[in-house]
């Protein structure tokens, strides 16, 4: 890979690991920020919240901005902005202004998408799919390595040197963006379409409130039906001003085709089939020997349990783009929905030492790389290049939707199941099945996406065109 390759693909891939092992980091540690900034149980949990809702309603925004303006300037605007946010919450001396420090930081999920178009526009086919790998699978070591670190950090420097160490690591991730990645061409024309913008962002934070206010407040309260009811009437707005704007922020009529639509679904499938990793292993895991199917681990334990799930992620989703030329675009993605199904369908029958625990994580990291990276690959194949990065800005909206609404699934599954206040071994089996059986609609979807891809079809084996004409940063346009 050629030293700019290099930067363009190691830049953003360096900041998004860093930002994702960073809040991994924080779960473990917030018994010291509720400590240190006298927070409630109730405040904690918008730490998350916080930046979970700002990530849903940044994220295609930025997408469409990626589509229209210098992909460079806006990668550097989003390092920036986020690393801010990051030093915000460093220093924060209460709860409600590391609330909003998350909050900014939380903007930075829209790298993701951007990377798709910047890859598209800089480098080869080839090598652009390698860099969605690349971005995938360091995700997923990120979240694994984030469980390893934070005790020993948050115990050896305190819980503000897991931001601090964050914000070290954007500054260089900015430096190295700012030498190496290069500008891309504007698009001709168009504009942001503001109004729909707010209105999508509006309407998925009433969602995604709803979502994840419902545990709480229950699914039928009035203020949770409330919240939904006002979701869906924002987003229906949404999509009438959408279909009759002449440049609307996510094209439906475009989003309707196989791919995107295929991609998307897989999308939601993916984030909903993985509660049962995301809920109901750690407690599992951590639950005492006596149980008779709890391993008594604690977190340090727990992120070695999980960490072959990001090793395996990591490792494989570089290798999807040759995969797909030896076995073709369907069956990779067909492959990557069948291990998601298979590393949770074996964790259901196969819990009780460690091997088999990290056999099924291990699995699953395998799917879920191939997956989303043979999604990603097949919307910047099928995309035009000015709506790529926009088209999967609503793929990662609605994997996290899906998440969200998995996780209040799987604890509703467990809760049901518990005896006493503490879930059977029956209730964590079941969760494990329904993940399986959720994955199954992912192969579902995945025939959905056409077998070849719009490159393919019309014969382009060719570099992308961009790639020729980005501007390298002092260069004159």
């Known amino acids: 890979m050629s030293r700019s390759g290099f930067g363009v693909i190691g830049a953003p891939v360096l ?70 946010g990051v030093l915000l919450a460093a220093l924060a001396p209460n709860i409600t202004v590391l609330i909003a420090g998350m909050a900014v930081e939380g903007i930075w999920l829209g790298v993701l998408p951007l990377t798709v178009g910047l890859f598209r526009d800089t480098l080869t086919p080839e090598r652009a799919a390698t860099g969605n790998g690349l971005v995938i699978g360091i995700a997923a070591l990120a979240s694994a390595l984030g469980l390893i670190l934070a005790g020993p950090i948050s115990s050896a420097l305190g819980y503000r040197w897991l931001f601090l160490l964050a914000v070290i690591g954007v500054a260089a991730a900015f430096v190295l963006a700012w030498y190496t990645v290069p500008a891309t061409p504007r698009a001709a024309g168009g504009r942001v379409d503001w109004t729909g913008g707010l209105l999508l962002g509006g309407g998925v934070a009433l969602l995604m409130l709803g979502l994840t206010a419902a545990s709480a407040w229950g699914w039928t309260a009035p203020a949770t039906l409330a919240l939904f009811a006002a979701a869906a ?54 639950a005492p020997a006596g149980t008779g199917y709890g391993l008594g681990a604690d977190t340090l334990w727990i992120g070695i349990y999980m960490f072959p799930m990001g090793i395996a992620g990591t490792v494989v989703a570089p290798l999807v783009g040759p995969m797909t030329r030896l076995l073709g675009r369907r069956a990779v993605l067909v492959l990557g929905s069948a291990l998601v199904c298979a590393g949770t369908g074996g964790l259901a029958l196969w819990h009780s030492s460690p091997w088999q625990v990290m056999a099924g994580v291990t699995v699953m990291g395998l799917g879920g790389s191939i997956g989303l990276t043979a999604g990603l690959n097949a919307v910047a194949s099928d995309v035009p290049g000015d709506r790529s990065a926009g088209v999967s800005g609503v793929v990662f909206v609605a994997k996290s939707i899906g998440g969200t609404f998995g996780a209040q699934l799987g604890a509703m599954v467990l809760a049901s199941g518990a005896v006493a206040g503490v879930p059977t071994e029956q209730s964590f089996v079941d969760t494990y099945l ?18 070849a891809g719009r490159r393919a079809r019309a014969g382009d084996a060719a570099p992308a065109p961009a790639a020729k004409s980005a501007v390298r940063p002092g260069e004159s346009a």
């Open 434 to 451: 329904l993940s399986a059986a959720l994955g199954l609609l992912a192969v579902a979807a995945a025939f959905v996406i056409p077998a």
């Open 233 to 286: 009437l924002t987003l229906g707005s949404w999509a009438v001003v959408e279909l009759r704007v002449a440049d609307p922020l996510v094209d439906l009529r475009l989003l309707a085709g196989r791919t995107p639509a295929g991609v998307t679904a897989m999308g939601v499938v993916f984030g909903f089939a993985s509660f049962g990793l995301v809920v109901a292993l750690p407690m599992m895991l951590a």
């Open 15 to 84: 900041f998004i690991g860093l930002l994702q092992t960073m809040e991994m980091t924080l779960s473990p540690a917030l018994p010291l920020v509720q400590q240190d900034l006298a927070a409630s149980p109730g405040a904690l949990a918008w730490i998350f919240t916080g930046s979970l809702i700002s990530a849903a309603i940044s994220t295609p925004v930025v997408g469409r901005l990626a589509d229209m303006y210098d992909k460079r300037r806006v990668l550097l605007a989003l390092m920036a902005i986020s690393g801010a």
